[in-house]
């Protein structure tokens, strides 16, 4: 005969088991942070978010482990995304550029922004950036002075150099011809200083070194906490595939960086899970604005460059094994500046208070909590100074017709010619997320509540020039190109 446990031991069994459940999905304290950001990804290039020509099965296995953020924005390019990251602000309100930073620029981040490594060094963080910086090439303005202890990568884009040293031309093309002297030769930096000039052997090592610099950054701080921002610079144009990958997607050179990328993600995630730190560490995989007419944004509309969703909707996972739930996805609006106060709060650190901080802390949304509250029900779509789309709940109201296509390697969407005209334009972006269907006269309601949200920014940050919320630009005397267009090495970067 069976014995029945007494109703007490039934409360005990289940009080441990309660408790067990609880200890295994406690935070850790002070969990490693990372942040792996591609350059130019399609919403659709990876297979978790649809593709059907790239094989990228290290991202299919992050998803299947992590939760996919599918309203998660960036900025429409690459520098004011990428100071969204560091500040947790709206890019116009830190970085206040009509585009992005070229090389020797006297603007930048400026110092007195508090920025995500500085917070997290603060905390006791090992703090490194490897790849691609972009927020200014100064010395005051690069990474090692704004919080990171360890920087390895380009100041800026693959593409900002001289056309002589193939960054105006993909792999196995001819180089263009350069009218005038053109941009200085660019320069692969180790903290302050230029390990070399960047030919084309060098930009088709790029993800390879980066992963291999980040892989010996997780083994040297494995024992401390640390915050890892690795920001490749594929799938930017020139489109550069490692030699032991170009060639082998048969859909040409874009699909073999991006499954080169996806590759280069496997080794990052393996070296956290080979080393026992997976379940104390939090990984988020992005992209600094939506792809170009090279790759794939379907079922978004629009490229890199607009407004659009396909120009700022990014494939973004979060993982973290135990905590964050597996094979889940949320549709919360999420964006960039998000990252700076989830990170905070999970490192116990606090954001600044003498400043405003657009971003709000994910943890709810990233664990699963189906009370969470949204973390944005408003998000506004700025292209440098000027307010061009407001997104409300599912509503979505283009102020104007989008700029921007993607530059000159994307095409100009097919659609495009429906936004011409003054008049704003209305999408359910539940119903279509695809902006097809304009149903700004069935609701004008939901326009005029939108249109009084524009007026409350125009009030801050303003819709077109600097509003009183936007602040000052980092800004030097005398700047001048790291390596000059003679090939001259200035002073202070060369080895002391």
């Not at 409360?11 to 406690?26: E, I, K, Q, R, Y």
């Not at 606090?350 to 994910?362: A, H, M, Q, S, Y």
Request: charged share 25%; net charge neutral.
């Amino acid at each position: 005969m069976k014995h029945r446990p007494t109703l007490v031991a039934l409360f005990f069994m289940l009080l441990f088991t309660g408790v067990a459940v609880a200890a295994d999905n406690a935070l850790p304290k002070a969990p490693n942070l990372i942040v792996i950001n591609i350059d130019d990804l399609g919403y659709a290039d990876t297979e978790p978010f649809g593709s059907k020509i790239n094989r990228t099965p290290h991202l299919v296995r992050m998803a299947k482990e992590g939760r996919k953020l599918t309203s998660f924005y960036a900025a429409p390019v690459c520098s004011p995304s990428r100071a969204a990251l560091m500040t947790g602000c709206y890019a116009k309100r830190a970085l206040p550029i009509p585009h992005v930073l070229f090389p020797a620029n006297d603007v930048g981040l400026a110092p007195s922004e508090v920025t995500i490594a500085e917070l997290l060094k603060a905390q006791g963080y090992a703090t490194g950036l490897v790849g691609k910086w972009h927020l200014g090439d100064q010395p005051e303005l690069l990474p090692n002075a704004q919080g990171f202890d360890h920087y390895f990568g380009l100041p800026y884009s693959n593409d900002m150099g001289p056309a002589s040293d193939g960054v105006k031309s993909d792999l196995g093309k001819p180089l263009p011809k350069q009218n005038g002297q053109g941009q200085p030769p660019l320069p692969l930096m180790r903290n302050g200083t230029v390990v070399k000039r960047v030919l084309q052997d060098d930009q088709q090592s790029l993800v390879e070194i980066y992963t291999k610099e980040s892989v010996q950054f997780i083994d040297k701080h494995k024992d401390k906490p640390f915050f890892l921002y690795l920001a490749h610079s594929s799938v930017h144009f020139p489109l550069y595939p490692g030699k032991a990958w170009a060639g082998k997607s048969s859909h040409g050179l874009y699909s073999d960086w991006v499954e080169e990328t996806d590759w280069s993600v496997g080794q990052v995630l393996d070296a956290i899970r080979e080393r026992g730190l997976a379940e104390k560490t939090l990984v988020i995989f992005t992209s600094d604005n939506g792809g170009t007419a090279r790759g794939s944004n379907a079922p978004l509309r629009g490229f890199k460059s607009s407004t659009l969703e396909g120009g700022m909707r990014t494939c973004t996972i979060a993982w973290w094994p135990g905590q964050i739930p597996a094979g889940t996805q949320t549709d919360a609006i999420a964006a960039m500046f998000d990252i700076l106060p989830t990170f905070a709060a999970l490192a116990g650190a606090k954001v600044p208070t003498d400043r405003k901080i657009d971003g709000v802390n994910l943890w709810p949304h990233l664990r699963g909590d189906a009370d969470a509250k949204p973390a944005h029900e408003t998000f506004y779509y700025f292209r440098g100074l000027k307010l061009e789309a407001v997104r409300h709940g599912e509503w979505k109201l283009q102020l104007s017709a989008p700029a921007g296509s993607g530059g000159k390697n994307a095409n100009k969407d097919k659609n495009d010619k429906a936004d011409e005209g003054g008049k704003p334009k209305l999408y359910n972006l539940t119903q279509d997320i695809g902006e097809s269907k304009d149903v700004a006269d069935e609701h004008p309601q939901i326009v005029k509540k939108i249109q009084t949200l524009v007026a409350a920014m125009d009030e801050d940050l303003g819709t077109d020039g600097k509003g009183p919320g936007v602040r000052e630009l980092g800004k030097v005397n005398n700047a001048k190109p790291i390596i000059s267009h003679d090939g001259t090495v200035r002073p202070e970067f060369q080895s002391k």
